[in-house]
C-alpha cells in the first residue's frame, strides 16, 4: 500500500501508472458469491492444497466463526488444523507466529481488529520485524485476518480501522479489499505469501454478493498483493479509497454521472 | 613426579629469554606428553542437589554421571562463554560494540547444561541475554563478537545486533520480555502438528515470569499438551528489582500452577543436564508442558549501562563468584576426580583466550554493511522494490 501511495503521489509517473493499471474484470459472470463465502472458499482452497496450512482464533472450529467465515473448515479439517483458542489474543497471536517461525502457514483470527491491539506487539516485533532483525534468515509466513473498521452501532471500541496504524509498518503487507474477487484472490495471494499479511476485512461486506467470473472461481486464482486496481472509469476526477468506503465511491460516482462529472473509483487493495 | 618437575624446570630455566606462555606450553605440552590418557579417569558419578518438585511424584535422580569428553567439552564451551562476554565488556567500553549488550557471564552452566539435556534437532528461544545460547545453538565466537560489533560477518550479517542473533532452531534473541514466551510455544504447537517428536525449550528471566502472555501460554500449552519445557533462568534480579520486590510468589517453578515444575540449581552444570533430561522425557512422553526453574546468578549487571551495584552488593556478587562459580565448580569435580590435569584445563583456556582475540580482531575489522543493506531483507522472496529515504529524492533498492 505505501509504494502505491508513492506512486500516486509523484506527478511525473502518474501518467504511466494509469496505464499500467488493471481494469476491473467484465468477463461473464459464473456464480454470485458474497464476500463471507469468497473468504470461506478461499480459506478452505489453501487448506486443501498445503499442509502447513491451519487457521486459528476465538470460535473459529466448532462455532463456524464468530461471523460464520470459517463455516464448514472444522467438520472438514478436524482439530489438528482449525484450532479454537481462548480468549488470549496475545498469547495465541504468539503462538501462531511462533508456528510461522518453526515452518507452518498459520492463519491467525482476530475477531475483529480492535483485539489486536492486545496482540500488536506480537503481530509488529514478533512477525513484521524479524525477517529484518534476522537478514532474512527466519521468514514469517503468517496472514493475520479479521473484521476491521466500521460496524452498525458497535460504539467506539469496536470501530478503529487498523489500515493507517499497520500500513506504516515495514515488513507488514497490509490488505484491505473491497468486493468478493479482491477478498478471495488477495486472501489466497496472502496465504501462499512467505511474508506476515494484515487482512483487513469488514463485517458489513460479509453479506454482500458479487457477481465472479469462471477465472475467479478457479482454485490458483490469486491477485498480486499492492497493486491498485481501477472499478470504475472516468475522466473528470479520481475517488480513491479502499474496503466498504469503495461502494460509497461507486454510489457517489453514479450520482455525479447524472450531473455529467465522470469519476474514476480507483481501489488501493 | 619428581622427574616431570625437573623436566619442568630445566625447561624453564632454559628458555628464559622466551615469553612466558610459549614456555608454559612447552612445559606443558611435555607434561601432557608424558602423562598419557590411560591415566585419566574417563568417567565418574556425582551427587547432585536435590531438586525441589510441584506437582510431580518424582524428579530427575540425584547423581549424575559425567565422562571425561563430556566434562572438558562443558569445560570449553562454558570458559569460552565466560572469555566471550568478558572480551564483549571491554569492546563495549571502548565503544567498539554499541546499542544494548546483555552479558551472561555467571550464568553460563544454564546454557550449557540445557544443551547437554536436549539434541540440536529440537529447538529453543530465549530472552535478550542471548550470547551463551547462540553459540551452544550452533553459532560461532567470530560471527557473534561480529554481530556485536555491528559488522557484516555477524551472524546477522550486522543488522541484529546483541538481541538478535538467530541459528537453525534457534529463534533468538527477544527483545521484548515475555513476547519469546508464545513464540517458543508456537514452535512446541509445529513440534506437534509435524509429529517429528522434536520439543521447545522457551526460556525467561525472573522478571519477565510476571508477564500476563506467559499465563496465557501455560494455558494453551497445558490444553493441547504442547512438548514444551518452560524455563525461568532466575538470577534474583529483573534490572534492579529483586525478586521479593517484583512477584508477590517468588517460587517460580510453583507459577505454572497446573504445570509439574522443578527447582533446580542453576550453577552446577550437571544439575541442569539432568534437569534438562528428565523434562525432555516428560514432554516426549506426550505428558505436555514442564517448568523448570534454574536458580542461577548474573556477574555484569543488566546491561553494559548498569553497573549492577545500585541494587545489590559487591559482597554478594563476591561471594556467589567465590561459592557457586559454575566453571570453577565443574573444574574442581574434575581435578579431584582425577579426570584432567590442571595443564591441560590450562591449555585450553589459553586456545579458548586466543578464539577470542581472533574473534575481535576479527570483529573489529570486518567491515560494516553495505548502504544498501539498510532496506533489504524488508520482505521474503519478492522481487527488489524501491524505498523511499529521509527525502522523496533518495531512493534505496530492498532486495530480500
Given at each position: 500500500m505505501a509504494s502505491i501511495r508513492c506512486f500516486l503521489r509523484s506527478g511525473k509517473s502518474a501518467v504511466s501508472v494509469v496505464l499500467r493499471r488493471e481494469f476491473s474484470k467484465t468477463s461473464p459472470a459464473a456464480v454470485q458469491v458474497n464476500v463471507r463465502d469468497a473468504l470461506n472458499q478461499a480459506m478452505d482452497e489453501e487448506l486443501e492444497r498445503d499442509e502447513r496450512v491451519f487457521l486459528l482464533g476465538e470460535e473459529?472450529?466448532?462455532?463456524?466463526?464468530?461471523?460464520?467465515?470459517?463455516?464448514?473448515?472444522?467438520?472438514?479439517?478436524?482439530?489438528?488444523?482449525?484450532?479454537?483458542?481462548?480468549?488470549?489474543?496475545?498469547?495465541?497471536?504468539?503462538?501462531?507466529?511462533?508456528?510461522?517461525?518453526?515452518?507452518?502457514?498459520?492463519?491467525?483470527?482476530?475477531?475483529?481488529?480492535?483485539?489486536?491491539?492486545?496482540?500488536?506487539?506480537?503481530?509488529i516485533n514478533s512477525a513484521a520485524k524479524t525477517y529484518y532483525m534476522s537478514a532474512g534468515?527466519?521468514?514469517v509466513p503468517i496472514v493475520f485476518r479479521g473484521p476491521n473498521g466500521s460496524s452498525a452501532g458497535v460504539a467506539a471500541q469496536h470501530s478503529q480501522c487498523f489500515a493507517a496504524w499497520y500500513g506504516h509498518c515495514p515488513g507488514l503487507k497490509v490488505i484491505s479489499p473491497w468486493s468478493a474477487e479482491d477478498a478471495r484472490g488477495l486472501l489466497k495471494a496472502a496465504i501462499r505469501d512467505n511474508n506476515p499479511v494484515v487482512f483487513l476485512e469488514n463485517e458489513l461486506m460479509y453479506g454482500v454478493p458479487f457477481d465472479l467470473s469462471e477465472e475467479v472461481m478457479h482454485k490458483d486464482f490469486v491477485l498480486p498483493i499492492g497493486k491498485a486496481k481501477v472499478e470504475r472509469q472516468g475522466t473528470h476526477i479520481t475517488l480513491v479509497s479502499h474496503s466498504r468506503c469503495v461502494g460509497f465511491c461507486l454510489d457517489a460516482a453514479a450520482v455525479l454521472a447524472k450531473e455529467g462529472v465522470e469519476c474514476e473509483v480507483s481501489v488501493v487493495l | 613426579m619428581q622427574k616431570m618437575l625437573t623436566i619442568i624446570s630445566n625447561v624453564l630455566r632454559g628458555s628464559a629469554r622466551r615469553n612466558g606462555a610459549q614456555v608454559v606450553s612447552e612445559a606443558t605440552s611435555l607434561v601432557v606428553a608424558s602423562r598419557s590418557y590411560a591415566d585419566f579417569t574417563p568417567e565418574a558419578t556425582f551427587d547432585i542437589k536435590k531438586v525441589d518438585l510441584h506437582r510431580l511424584e518424582e524428579g530427575p535422580p540425584l547423581t549424575a554421571t559425567l565422562t571425561r569428553e563430556e566434562g572438558l567439552k562443558y569445560y570449553r564451551t562454558m570458559q569460552t562463554i565466560r572469555r566471550m562476554e568478558l572480551k564483549a565488556d571491554q569492546l563495549y567500553k571502548q565503544k567498539i560494540i554499541r546499542g544494548f549488550c546483555h552479558l551472561y557471564d555467571g550464568q553460563e552452566a544454564c546454557a550449557v547444561g540445557i544443551e547437554g539435556g536436549i539434541t540440536l534437532s529440537d529447538h529453543l528461544i530465549t530472552a535478550y541475554r542471548a550470547h551463551g545460547y547462540t553459540l551452544t545453538r550452533g553459532g560461532t565466537v567470530r560471527e557473534i563478537m561480529a554481530e556485536l560489533t555491528g559488522r557484516r560477518g555477524g551472524i546477522a550479517k550486522g543488522k541484529g545486533g546483541s538481541m538478535h542473533m538467530y541459528t537453525k532452531n534457534f529463534?533468538?534473541?527477544?527483545?521484548?520480555?515475555?513476547?519469546?514466551?508464545?513464540?517458543?510455544?508456537?514452535?512446541?504447537?509445529?513440534?506437534?502438528?509435524?509429529?517429528?517428536?522434536?520439543?521447545?525449550?522457551?526460556?525467561?528471566g525472573d522478571g519477565a515470569a510476571n508477564q500476563g502472555q506467559i499465563f496465557e501460554t501455560y494455558n494453551m500449552s497445558s490444553l493441547w499438551k504442547l512438548p514444551i519445557i518452560f524455563i525461568c533462568e532466575n538470577n534474583q534480579y529483573a534490572m534492579g528489582t529483586s525478586v521479593e520486590r517484583s512477584a508477590a510468589s517468588t517460587e517460580y517453578y510453583k507459577r505454572g500452577d497446573?504445570?509439574?515444575?522443578?527447582?533446580?540449581?542453576?550453577?552446577?552444570?550437571?544439575?541442569?543436564?539432568?534437569a534438562t533430561k528428565f523434562a525432555?522425557?516428560?514432554?516426549?512422553?506426550?505428558?505436555?508442558?514442564?517448568?523448570?526453574?534454574?536458580?542461577?546468578?548474573?556477574?555484569?549487571?543488566h546491561s553494559?549501562?548498569?553497573p549492577g551495584v545500585s541494587y545489590r552488593t559487591r559482597e554478594e556478587i563476591q561471594e556467589v563468584r567465590s561459592k557457586s562459580d559454575p566453571i570453577s565448580m565443574l573444574k574442581d569435580r574434575m581435578l579431584s576426580n582425577n579426570m584432567?590435569?590442571?595443564?591441560?584445563?590450562?591449555?585450553?583456556?589459553?586456545?579458548?583466550?586466543?578464539?577470542?582475540?581472533?574473534?575481535?580482531?576479527?570483529?573489529?575489522?570486518?567491515?560494516?554493511?553495505?548502504?544498501?543493506?539498510?532496506?533489504?531483507?524488508?520482505?521474503?522472496?519478492?522481487?527488489?522494490?524501491?524505498?523511499?529515504?529521509?527525502?522523496?529524492?533518495?531512493?534505496?533498492?530492498?532486495?530480500?
Open positions: 473459529v472450529a466448532q462455532y463456524d466463526g464468530a461471523y460464520k467465515v470459517s463455516r464448514g473448515l472444522w467438520k472438514k479439517y478436524g482439530d489438528k488444523r482449525i484450532i479454537d483458542t481462548p480468549i488470549t489474543e496475545m498469547g495465541f497471536a504468539g503462538i501462531a507466529v511462533g508456528a510461522a517461525f518453526a515452518g507452518l502457514r498459520p492463519i491467525c483470527e482476530f475477531m475483529t481488529w480492535n483485539f489486536s491491539m492486545q496482540a500488536i506487539d506480537q503481530v534468515a527466519q521468514p | 529463534y533468538g534473541g527477544n527483545g521484548i520480555v515475555g513476547a519469546q514466551v508464545p513464540l517458543g510455544a508456537g514452535v512446541a504447537l509445529a513440534c506437534k502438528y509435524l509429529g517429528n517428536d522434536q520439543l521447545c525449550v522457551s526460556l525467561y497446573y504445570i509439574p515444575g522443578i527447582r533446580v540449581d542453576g550453577m552446577d552444570v550437571l544439575c541442569v543436564r539432568e525432555a522425557d516428560h514432554c516426549r512422553s506426550g505428558k505436555g508442558p514442564i517448568l523448570m526453574e534454574l536458580q542461577t546468578y548474573r556477574y555484569h549487571g553494559m549501562s548498569d584432567a590435569s590442571i595443564e591441560e584445563l590450562k591449555e585450553i583456556d589459553i586456545a579458548v583466550r586466543k578464539e577470542i582475540e581472533d574473534a575481535a580482531q576479527f570483529a573489529t575489522t570486518d567491515p560494516e554493511p553495505p548502504l544498501d543493506d539498510l532496506c533489504s531483507h524488508i520482505f521474503a522472496n519478492d522481487q527488489p522494490f524501491e524505498v523511499r529515504g529521509a527525502t522523496p529524492w533518495t531512493k534505496l533498492t530492498s532486495t530480500s
